[in-house]
Nanobody, 121 residues
């Protein structure tokens, strides 16, 4: 299974970006999907966690400016980021708990390699 993030780049303060995360491979179902970010030298920070029904919990860092969503038919998660600030600059990662087979209830957590977001004028 692969998780591939995309949509990062350089954006001016106040701008917006939409990140995508696509899961591919042997997938029966994608359970929870989450968005995180990490700045060098700091721990990875949770931003939002979505369950398979689309219910979403945000951390304080994401509330108000970031919106997470998912398309289960495409095994894809999105993170819409608005009013970006320089302190939002980080590598953004997604993770997903994936059931690989119908006969197994066990899910495995997979991570993408991240996409870099730089907010600067």
């Amino acid at each position: 299974v692969q998780l591939v993030e995309s949509g990062g780049g350089l954006v001016q303060p106040g701008g917006s970006l939409r990140l995508s995360c696509v899961a591919s491979g042997i997938i029966f179902s994608v359970e929870n999907m989450g968005w995180y970010r990490q700045v060098p030298g700091k721990e990875r920070e949770l931003l939002a966690m979505m369950d398979i029904g689309g219910g979403t919990n945000y951390t304080d860092s994401a509330k108000g400016r970031f919106t997470a969503s998912r398309d289960n038919a495409k095994n894809t998660a999105y993170l819409q980021m608005n009013s970006l600030k320089p302190e939002d600059s980080a590598t953004y990662y997604c993770n997903a708990d994936i059931r690989h087979y119908a006969y197994s209830l066990h899910s495995y957590t997979h991570w993408g390699k991240g996409t870099l977001v730089t907010v600067s004028s």
